[in-house]
């Protein structure tokens, strides 16, 4: 069993994710440490970009400010590197295609092997195109991690079946942050994709407070958190490590208590 299963086996998922560099390179590997310790299961790094499609503002500062730190690629593999050698949860990498093929396939997913990457998750890389770098991230042992849109209705069973590690499930359309509400029906997605693989489903994009996640644990595998633990940090910078902490403890308890939950909570 690779360590992303064992990041959902028996129990359900708190993903977190933070921006490395930002404020630096060494905060990161701090933050992410003590996301750990809070009870984070697994933890998703970004790797800043000057263009995040995906993002809404809070993350694109932050990749602003990190780039702007001189965060690079080598210094973002060797964060995590060092990160590896001290956790065994799953580490994945988000980020976008120009910076993996500008440091070139081969080369990243070698270094990704040897920093103890275990996945990769590249929102503008179409389903259509993943062969592009499926195979390589494979050989070294990434994982590249499948997204399904709440427009993919009429893909959804084309996408999950061919998932691997987990799916993350975005939970609204637009870009990333927190919303007030979510108004997808999520349940009725996630039942679609139980049809036809067993792959764990995280639900990601809005979730915030502890009963979006409690809400969202009661019919996925998993709740993942980013612009929030982002703020957090923008917010208090160099002395996150407390409020970090405590906001992680908290989600991390909030999907853990999977008892009834009425639809209201989700929003």
Same mark, same amino acid.
Request: overall charge negative.
């Given at each position: 069993?690779?360590?992303?299963?064992?990041?959902?086996?028996g129990k359900?998922?708190f993903?977190?994710f933070?921006?490395a560099g930002?404020?630096?390179?060494e905060?990161?590997?701090?933050?992410?440490?003590?996301m750990a310790?809070?009870?984070?299961?697994?933890?998703?790094?970004?790797?800043?970009?000057?263009?995040?499609?995906?993002?809404g503002?809070?993350i694109?500062k932050? @990749?602003?400010?990190?780039?702007?730190a001189?965060?690079?690629?080598d210094? !973002?593999?060797?964060l995590?590197?060092?990160?590896?050698?001290?956790?065994?949860?799953?580490l994945?990498?988000?980020?976008?295609?120009?910076?993996?093929?500008?440091?070139?396939?081969?080369r990243?997913?070698?270094r990704?092997?040897?920093?103890?990457? @275990?996945g990769?998750?590249?929102?503008d890389?179409?389903?259509?195109?993943?062969?592009?770098?499926?195979?390589?991230?494979?050989?070294?042992?990434?994982i590249?991690i499948?997204m399904?849109?709440?427009?993919?209705?009429?893909?959804?069973?084309?996408?999950?079946?061919?998932?691997?590690?987990f799916?993350?499930?975005v939970?609204?359309?637009?870009?990333?942050?927190?919303?007030?509400e979510?108004?997808? %029906?999520?349940?009725?997605? !996630?039942?679609?994709?139980r049809?036809?693989t067993?792959?764990?489903?995280?639900?990601g994009?809005g979730?915030?407070r502890?009963?979006?996640?409690?809400?969202?644990?009661?019919?996925? %595998?998993?709740?993942i958190?980013g612009?929030?633990i982002?703020?957090?940090?923008?917010?208090?910078?160099?002395?996150?490590?407390k409020?970090?902490?405590?906001?992680?403890?908290?989600?991390?308890?909030?999907?853990? %208590?999977?008892g009834?939950?009425h639809?209201?909570?989700?929003?």
């Open positions: 069993m690779n360590r992303i299963a064992q990041a959902f086996c359900k998922a993903i977190g933070l921006t930002d404020p630096t390179l905060k990161s590997e701090e933050y992410i440490l003590e310790r809070a009870g984070a299961d697994l933890i998703e790094i970004g790797i800043p970009f000057s263009d995040p499609v995906a993002e503002e809070v694109e932050a @990749d602003q400010r990190a780039l702007a001189g965060t690079t690629t210094g !973002v593999l060797e995590a590197a060092r990160v590896r050698k001290k956790l065994s949860i799953p994945v990498f988000l980020t976008y295609i120009n910076p993996v093929f500008t440091y070139g396939y081969e990243f997913f070698q990704c092997e040897e920093s103890g990457i @275990d990769i998750i590249i929102p890389l179409p389903f259509e195109e993943r062969d592009e770098i499926a195979g390589i991230a494979k050989k070294h042992g990434v590249p499948t399904i849109a709440p427009t993919s209705e009429e893909r959804i069973s084309k996408l999950a079946q061919a998932a691997e590690g799916i993350y499930l939970s609204s359309m637009g870009v990333t942050g927190v919303r007030s979510i108004v997808t %029906d999520l349940p009725k997605i !996630v039942s679609k994709i049809e036809v067993e792959v764990p489903v995280a639900v994009f979730i915030a502890p009963e979006q996640a409690k809400a969202i644990a009661a019919f996925a %595998d998993g709740a958190v612009s929030r982002v703020s957090i940090i923008q917010e208090y910078g160099q002395q996150a490590h409020p970090l902490y405590e906001y992680v403890k908290e989600m991390k308890g909030a999907v853990s %208590d999977v009834a939950v639809e209201s909570e989700i929003g």
